[in-house]
DNA sequence: AGACTCCATCGGCTGCGTTGATGGAGAATG
DNA sequence: CATTCTCCATCAACGCAGCCGATGGAGTCT
């Protein structure tokens, strides 16, 4: 490695400030300094990074690109800072997340805000996913936390119950069963039920709440099923994160199953039991059970 | 910046050679230097980056952590110097290009990789839009390079035609309209069509070669739209890129239309007027139309 | 025209990071 | 078990990279 921090960081100190003297006089050095640096860094680079018409020193455009990236190193380098800071105080430099797309994604969001305005220096990583894909990716990418719809029971794992979420049955209004009265589940047989499947299975597995529709049409997910039910493709449930607004808008009605057009589940947090979960994993777990909504 | 890419490498060293005498050796400096290197290291980040068992030294858990930041921090100050070796030699630091998604992306991913053999140190960006979301991306992310299916005049474009692209009118084979035999547009009129529309622009446009159909169904993208053509929720047009193996599969199956079952169009490539291509872009640009097949 | 600000350059000095030597501790070998 | 080897910590000594302050040329402001 040839070139320095010290001399990236004059470069950044330069554009803030707008001049050299400026620059020497924010880094506490002799302008001379400064100088010094610079020319340094542009030999070390083979490249003319200002334009020194006499007067003001300009970035040349070529400049202005090293400096661009020159920041990105620099951040870099103060990340290593950040996570041997949090280490310190238990922060994990990683987190990772794999979250059930049936799940709302707003309250992990806002949760992640909260850490990032708690002072973490952890890199937050967030995987959505949809049924069987959901424990897939988790040890595919070695996850930390998992959110899921349900779970086959695992001894590596630790599981915290999540609040409720509810599933409605719905279709576009001008779908022909929005237009009937009690419907049975049998007279839902003539239509196309829209489902998520997991792309990564080997085959669509039915789900739980496959209601026994000759025709089903699998869609990768949530969005692209509220798309479709939005389009009137067919009808299908959908978490009421997704479809409350719709619903008030009209763009979607429920439909008034005899046996019930709602049904709740119990969504698990899951997290290794073999690993302990950092400051930050500790706090997005509490954020998340303590939330209200969950996910 | 308190910490030194220097001390960065050092660290690099000692986890490639597996130790600080071997350290020593790699980096043509005393053993002692790599001792010091690494105590100061320690001390400024406040953490003990090594398990001193008075034998060899052993990386601790929080050390590694810090090691895997450094790699990133080097890699990213390597790239400084690669960006500036590169503007010596007319390489620009970033190309953004927006892909029109009825274009096959594969040659301009097969461009790239050429590219990066032959040693750019061009940060390549790909985005991939569809209908009036191309022009539309290339201008949000400042682009240089956008290849549309068809685009609207502009002043400051300069335009290049590329080698033709073929869509076809196919169905699931289930269909109905595949059981037909020569099948007028009138007739089309009864079945749903599948489009893919701008998700962006405020009202799906009616495209240009969209059929009559009384019911068309939207879709986000070709991948979408390629899914629902073989879940057999309508017919559409594809581009022969995204079925031909299908077809031969069979699991789609080519319409017989009575004025035509495919047509042709030849997409556009487009750069900007005011800003020069950088060697990259004019090296993914010759790679792109001298290639057979467009995009 | 004079006063300022800006940057380049130079001599001189300080101290950081180097080297090489030394020593303690575990590992390898017989 | 003794010997030898490697590994790392520590220390004194030193050289040069990089800092400072001064000086000077060039452009700007009033």
Redesign the pocket.
Known sequence: MRI?L?ALEVLDA?DRE???????RRL?????????????LEEQLGLQL?D??????HFTPAGRLVLDEARRALAAAQRVEAIAAGLDQGWEPRLAVVVDAVLPLGPVFAAIAELDAAGAPTRVEVVSATLGGVPRRFDEIDADLMLAKELAPRADLHLLPLAEVEMVLVAAPAHPLAQQGGISRASLDAHRELLVYDSGAPMPAASEHALGSSRRFLLADFGSKQQALLAGLGYGWLPTSLCTGLLQQGALVELPLEHGSRFRFVPTLAHRRDRPLGRAGRALLGLLTAEPSPG
């Open positions: 320095t010290d330069i707008g001049g050299f003297s400026a620059a020497a506490h050095r002799a302008q001379s300094a400064v100088s010094y640096a610079v020319r340094q200002f020194r018409d006499g007067w003001r020193a």
